[in-house]
């Protein structure tokens, strides 16, 4: 921002992310579950820089979404007035949906591997449902990679066939 800014009052539902600068294509805006956090050392929350946490669902959305937010060409924002204010409660300049903001040249590419965080086994309609800490693909899913041991190494499965 420009200008001092009261990050404690910060409304990331007044944050929409674009995979184009006239608003069309791919949006998400942003969710309660994603949190501002400060990196100034101010502790009145009062400074020129804000960073948004993406919590989960948002995080997953633009991961699962492979046409936004994948480089700044694909990376726009739009916001209300209500984002957020200065210190004497002016909001900000609003950037309309169809006039986003192109992201800076700071694009961090997704690098990290999703972890499976937990699996359940059906024996009675013979399913295994995994679940992982991010959204995957699930069309690159390849049953026979995955290995069931049970409590003896001895007992060992791998699918071989479709």
């Not at 910060?10 to 400060?38: F, K």
């Not at 990290?112 to 295994?128: E, G, Y």
């Amino acid at each position: 921002f420009d200008e001092t800014v009261n990050v404690t009052a910060l409304d990331v539902t007044q944050l929409a992310v674009h995979s184009q600068s006239n608003g069309q294509g791919t949006t998400r805006v942003l969710t309660t579950v994603s949190a501002a956090t400060t990196d100034c050392a101010e502790s009145s929350g009062y400074c020129t820089t804000a960073v948004i946490a993406l919590g989960d669902r948002d995080r997953d959305y633009l991961k699962h979404h492979i046409d936004i937010a994948t480089s700044s060409a694909d990376t726009y924002v739009s916001m209300t007035s209500a984002m957020i204010t200065d210190m004497n409660g002016n909001g900000v300049a609003e950037i309309r949906s169809d006039s986003g903001k192109q992201e800076s040249a700071c694009h961090v590419a997704d690098s990290v591997r999703p972890t499976l965080v937990s699996f359940d086994m059906n024996l009675d309609v013979f399913t295994v449902t995994m679940t992982f800490d991010e959204a995957v693909d699930v069309a690159t899913v390849m049953s026979t990679e995955i290995t069931l041991v049970g409590e003896s190494t001895d007992v060992v499965y791998t699918r071989t066939g479709q």
